[in-house]
């Protein structure tokens, strides 16, 4: 029982470059969520889809696009990489959005050099 | 004002005390509460929802005081594999946000 999948886990990138984060789920959760943290802060979210087909804003979006492929998977789109974007970014799902508990990915570690 | 404050410790406590920890938030309207428990360069895991009433899971008990607007979570009998950094959680109104707070690291001792 996978539960929520990222890929890749270690990433190095130049500024400027693009990447996608790519995340899978196989609880049929309807919810997903991408967040980031960074040291000596909580999780901040950076886009959320409360169910396949919807996609909205957290709180620090900018820099970022997201795709709800289907129900299973929700990836993480890095248009130009920049260093402030250098953090540990974490996918979660869960059966709803809000107090429903969120069941994370391993992480992938992001470095923007 | 953060909306979540916690002691980032680390509490470094000896095996088998007991051991607690509180999570203060600013938005008085907040309506879910949540521990969460990270180890080392893993992603957090739920360990336990909070209460109105207080609840307890084996060696943890979870504490909601709305009046001081704060949560605590409490340990007994402390074990190594309690090591990790707790997160306090709390949902701030209907909508789907989660707001984190950025954990206190607990550090037990043989």
């Known amino acids: 029982n996978a539960g929520v999948t990222q890929t890749p886990k270690f990433q190095v990138l130049k500024t400027g470059q693009s990447m996608t984060l790519q995340c899978a789920q196989d609880m049929n959760h309807n919810s997903m969520y991408w967040y980031r943290q960074d040291p000596g802060m909580g999780l901040r979210l950076i886009y959320y889809s409360a169910s396949e087909g919807t996609t909205d804003k957290g709180e620090v979006p900018n820099g970022y696009n997201v795709s709800r492929l289907n129900k299973r998977e929700f990836s993480l789109r890095l248009e130009s990489a920049a260093p402030s974007q250098t953090s540990v970014y974490f996918c979660?799902?869960?059966?709803?959005?809000?107090?429903?508990?969120?069941?994370f990915g391993d992480g992938t570690r992001l470095s923007i050099l | 004002r953060k909306e979540v404050e916690q002691d980032p410790g680390p509490f470094n406590v000896p095996e088998g005390a007991t051991v607690a920890f509180n999570c203060t938030y600013s938005?008085?309207?907040?309506?879910?509460f949540f521990w969460y428990r990270q180890d080392c360069r893993k992603e957090p895991k739920l360990l336990m929802s909070?209460?109105?009433?207080?609840n307890e899971d084996g060696r943890f008990t979870a504490q909601l005081n709305r009046a001081s607007q704060y949560i605590s979570l409490l340990i007994r009998d402390s074990k190594l594999s309690d090591s990790a950094t707790y997160l306090c959680v709390l949902q701030a109104d209907s909508n789907y946000q989660l707001i984190w707070g950025a954990g206190t690291k607990l550090i037990i001792k043989p």
């Open positions: 909070v209460y109105s009433s207080g």
């Open positions: 979660a799902s869960s059966d709803r959005t809000g107090r429903w508990p969120q069941h």
């Open positions: 938005n008085s309207a907040s309506q879910s």
